[in-house]
Structure formats: structure tokens, C-alpha cells
């Protein structure tokens, strides 16, 4: 490519927390940047931004502060034991990013992020804590590290120095950009191959809709951009329900639910996904993605279908659709997949939590980062008050009071009808099965032994103080009036993540079908399975998706950076 063709060192496709970890590094070498988004100025830094901004971090300060003895061993075996890398090709670059990736949170990951002004909550969370077997799916320890300040800390501390080099002449933003196509030089349909020399695609008439808020896709031009490098970071397709349901693993996960609710805004649609598998990009392990089963109606919506997810703690007693006890391991925060898979089985899609006005006060919390206000705004008089406090968070309180998802009443039998009224697909439950099923339950707390696998499983939470001083309650009986009110949340399928996508090296570079380099190409972050198309495997450990963009926006960075 010429110079004069070349309009950029390089093209950053998406503005979200990928594509700036990638613009940052770029800058940081001096090289000049376009950063092209489809939405508008307003949505800098993409999902992060509504994120609580957890961080999976191995034998941190935080850590060993709180008596949590992890190390980088015994964080890969988990990692490992969750993944389930089974793909011989499909997996062969994801496995070598799961390694990378263990040791850059055990390492530099923290100092990184400590140098650009990032600090986290003093208490580290327990999540994700799996299927039961020490080599299996879970985390051994705690590891969720929660951002002081959140998702828009995260997406602050990297915005604000790509801001700088923008006033210094080094980025420049394409907002309200479509891309539609890769320019590929060189590519024949005899030998394939070629270079990704730049992007076109269409200009999108101007929105003043607010961050999150769905927008217009009228098109009143065209553009086209060159440069030697393009870095692809455009997310996943959890807002894309046809394309979830396309690629839905139903042998893995059970049937396709019929109603799912959206985790993400409405631009999270995976265009990029096809479009790069197009143009030659390879795409793998498509099957695997990332959903939640205690997602909730927002009573007060910002897109399409918006959802928010519950993040429990131990205690509440889960239930199928007709009232039936899910059996271990699905236990509220323990196994997604698993208890995904053992609620869609039951032929519903969706589930109810049965709790008290205790268990809410202290073991609810709300995923993202307009639902923790205290944590975003960095208050910490208001965050030691809510954390600590007997009464019910603000924002758990307004759900309670307006959301469609929620039953709350004085007894049982009340509880029953109100849940029976809010039932799918004619699914009824019987007042006397479960009242025999938590009766059953409330024999098990009237000392400290119990054979209730959850019963042992809320013990073993208390056992750590952060637990035992924020998340999880003293067990007690669910039909103690002195503890209610009786609480039933129903529970939807929470589209969220995709954990496939362009296969990449270690450096974000694209493979091809045939195992090349995909010469020009890079790509980071959701759109590249967080890294080498799948770092995750099958499974999650949660604090892991941010810190995937980072690592792999980093790595996409610094490589084109040498490149250009």
C-alpha cells in the first residue's frame, strides 16, 4: 500500500473496550488511528460501560488480604477444568490464550491496569463456584474483583488517553460508520488469500439517542478507509436472538428457549462475525456462548427486551417452572451451563427463586453498573451503608415494587397463587409439593449439619468473611414468618456472551480456514472469543470478559503496532 492510499497506520473497527485498549496501544507507539462505530459519540466504550465491572485476578493483594491462598497453578486448573478444550484444531489456538491469559492475570494484568488509575473494592467475590469436582467446571477461590466505580472506571481510564491523542492528531473518530465490507488486496477465489487493506461500508444519518438507546440504520452515504492494519472489535451477537437461536448447542444447553430477554444493547448484532468469515477470516467454535438463567424484565428499560441480571448469593431455593427443586450442582451461583441445561429440559424456559425479605437484604445483587449507584459513583460512605445496611439495596427495592418478574406476599399459599399467575405455557405449581419441598429444606438449619447440599454449600460460603460480612446470610427457614416477607422471583434466559468468534495467534492476528495468517487482520476482544476464538471453552469464570477484552485489545494493539 502506498502512502499516499494509506489514510492510517490503522483502522479500529468498534469503540468499545477492545477497540480502545487497541487505540491506546497504538498511541502509545506514536501511530495514527481511525476508530469506526456504527453508533454514536455517546456510546464510547460500548458494553463496559454498563458492566459492574468484575476482573478475574490470580493471587492479588486483594486477595491475600482477605486470607484467600490462590496461585497461578491452581487458577490454570480451573481455568482448564472449565474450558473443556475438546477440538483438536477448533481449540488449538484458544488453548494457548487460556494459558497466556492465567499468567497475565496472575502477573502484569493488575500493575497495568493500578498504572492507569484502575482500584478495586476491598472485598473479592466468589462466583462461578462450579460443578462439584475439584478438576472440573468452577473457581476454588474467590477472584472476582469488582472495579471501584465500575464499568464506566474500566472504560474511563483507557477513554481518557485516547481522548489525548486525539487532540494531538493521532485519532481520529468515524461515528455513526457502518462497515460492510473488508477491502481485501490480492485475494483470488482460485487461491484465496490476500491482504486486508481497509473498510467500507455506510454512513448512518446522525443520532442524538442517549448511550444505549437503539438508533436509527438509515443510510445516507458511503465511505471507504485504507490503512495497513485493521483491528475488528465489534463484539458478539447477544442481542441478535436469530443468531442465537442458529447456533444455540441444544445438545449441550437443552432446546432453544422461546422467550429470551437481552442482556446487552441493540447493536450488539455480530455483522462483523459474518462479514470477516466472508471476506476469508476463520471463524470456530460458533456453538459456544455465554447466557444466564436468572435474567429479569428491567422495569425501567434503556433497549429492546432489556435485561438484567440477577447475581445471587447461596440461599434463595431454586425451582423449575412447575415448582420442583433443581438438583445439585445448580445451586444459585455454581454452574450456569448446568443449570441451564436442567432448566430448558424440563420443557420451560424459565424458573422461579424462592427467598426471604432476609435473603434479598444481604444476597441480591444487580448486575451492571446503573444498578450498583453506590459502586459507580465511587461513594464510599453510600457503598458501606448499602452493603452493610439490614434494609434492601434501592435499586433491588425498585425492582421488587415494579418489576413484572417479582411476587411478594405474606405467606405461602399467597405466594403460590401469585406465582402461578405469572407461569408460562401452563405450567402450574402444586401449594402442597412445595410446601412438603422447603419444609423439607427448613429441617436441615436448625444446626450447623445438615445432609442439603446447599445447606453445606451456604456453611462453606460463610466460612470466608467476605461472604460471611456481604453475601451470604445465616441460614434460617424459609417458613420463619419472622423473616419474610416469602419473595418468588421468575427467573428468564439472559442472552450475554459469545464465546466463539475469528480464530486468532497470540499476537490478535485472523487465521484463515487453512491456518495462515490473514494478512492485515486483527481482531480482539467478544468478536475473537475474547481471544484465539474461544478462551474460554465452554464455560466461563466470570470477571474473565473484560479482562479478555483488555488482554487481547492490548495484544492486537501492540502486534499492529510493530507492524505498521
Not at 434503556?302 to 425451582?319: E, K, T
Not at 450456569?336 to 441480591?364: C, Q, R
Not at 447440599?453 to 460460603?461: D, F, L
Request: aromatic share 8%.
Amino acid at each position: 500500500m502506498g502512502d499516499s492510499e494509506k489514510q492510517a497506520d490503522a483502522i479500529v473497527v468498534g469503540s468499545g473496550l477492545a477497540g480502545l485498549v487497541a487505540t491506546y496501544e497504538l498511541t502509545q507507539a506514536g501511530k495514527k488511528v481511525v476508530v469506526v462505530d456504527q453508533e454514536n459519540r455517546a456510546n464510547l466504550g460500548g458494553q463496559a460501560f454498563w458492566s459492574l465491572g468484575g476482573l478475574f485476578l490470580v493471587d492479588s493483594p486483594e486477595q491475600r488480604r482477605l486470607g484467600i491462598k490462590d496461585s497461578p497453578e491452581l487458577a490454570l486448573q480451573d481455568w482448564l477444568g472449565s474450558a473443556g478444550f475438546d477440538r483438536e484444531d477448533e481449540d488449538f489456538w484458544p488453548r494457548q490464550w487460556a494459558r497466556a491469559y492465567v499468567d497475565f492475570a496472575a502477573t502484569e494484568k493488575r500493575d497495568y491496569l493500578h498504572a492507569l488509575g484502575l482500584r478495586f473494592t476491598p472485598v473479592v467475590g466468589w462466583a462461578e463456584r462450579g460443578g462439584g469436582f475439584a478438576d472440573g467446571h468452577g473457581n476454588s477461590v474467590p477472584r472476582f474483583h469488582v472495579t471501584w466505580g465500575t464499568g464506566p472506571e474500566v472504560v474511563r481510564v483507557f477513554v481518557e488517553p485516547v481522548l489525548e491523542a486525539a487532540k494531538k492528531g493521532l485519532v481520529e473518530f468515524r461515528f455513526r460508520h457502518r462497515v460492510d465490507e473488508l477491502i481485501v488486496d490480492g485475494a483470488s477465489a482460485e487461491s484465496g488469500g490476500g491482504t486486508v487493506v481497509g473498510v467500507r461500508g455506510a454512513v448512518l444519518e446522525s443520532s442524538d439517542t442517549e448511550r444505549g438507546v437503539a438508533s436509527s440504520r438509515e443510510v445516507i452515504g458511503d465511505f471507504e478507509l485504507r490503512a495497513p492494519a485493521v483491528i475488528v472489535t465489534t463484539g458478539g451477537i447477544g442481542h441478535n436472538h436469530e443468531m442465537v437461536r442458529e447456533n444455540w448447542p441444544t445438545e449441550r444447553l437443552g432446546p432453544v428457549p422461546g422467550h429470551m430477554i437481552a442482556g446487552v444493547p441493540a447493536y450488539v448484532d455480530g455483522r462483523m462475525l459474518n462479514i470477516a468469515e466472508g471476506a476469508g477470516a476463520s471463524l470456530v467454535n460458533r456453538d459456544r456462548m455465554w447466557h444466564y438463567t436468572e435474567g429479569i424484565h428491567n422495569w425501567d428499560p434503556i433497549w429492546p427486551d432489556h435485561a438484567i441480571r440477577i447475581i445471587p448469593g447461596p440461599s434463595s431455593l431454586w425451582l423449575d417452572a412447575t415448582g420442583n427443586r433443581l438438583r445439585p450442582p445448580n445451586f444459585p451461583g455454581f454452574d450456569t451451563n448446568a443449570s441451564m441445561k436442567a432448566i430448558l429440559d424440563t420443557g420451560y424456559d424459565y424458573s422461579w427463586f424462592v427467598l426471604t425479605g432476609d435473603i434479598i437484604e444481604k444476597e441480591f445483587a444487580l448486575s451492571g453498573s446503573e444498578q450498583n449507584p453506590d459502586l459507580t459513583e465511587k461513594s464510599l460512605a453510600t457503598a458501606a451503608k448499602s452493603r452493610l445496611s439490614k434494609s434492601i439495596p434501592g435499586p433491588v427495592k425498585a425492582f421488587m415494587d415494579h418489576g413484572v418478574d417479582f411476587v411478594v406476599r405474606d405467606n405461602l399459599p399467597d405466594l403460590v397463587a401469585g406465582m402461578n399467575e405469572l407461569g408460562r405455557d401452563g405450567a402450574r405449581i402444586d401449594l402442597q409439593e412445595l410446601e412438603r419441598t422447603i419444609s423439607a429444606r427448613d429441617t436441615q438449619v436448625e444446626n450447623g449439619y445438615a445432609k442439603d447440599a446447599q445447606i453445606m454449600a451456604i456453611h462453606n460460603a460463610r466460612n470466608y468473611i467476605g461472604d460471611k460480612l456481604t453475601r451470604a446470610v445465616k441460614p434460617h427457614r424459609l417458613l420463619d414468618p419472622e423473616r419474610g416477607p416469602l419473595i418468588a422471583v421468575r427467573l428468564n434466559i439472559l442472552t450475554r456472551k459469545t464465546l466463539g468468534g475469528l480464530e486468532t495467534n497470540l499476537d490478535a492476528q485472523v487465521m484463515r480456514p487453512d491456518g495462515q495468517v490473514f494478512s492485515g487482520l486483527y481482531a480482539a476482544g467478544e468478536v475473537a472469543g475474547f481471544g484465539g476464538g474461544g478462551v474460554h471453552g465452554y464455560n466461563a469464570l466470570e470477571g474473565t470478559f473484560l479482562g479478555g477484552c483488555i488482554f487481547s485489545g492490548r495484544a492486537a494493539g501492540r502486534a499492529a503496532a510493530r507492524r505498521v
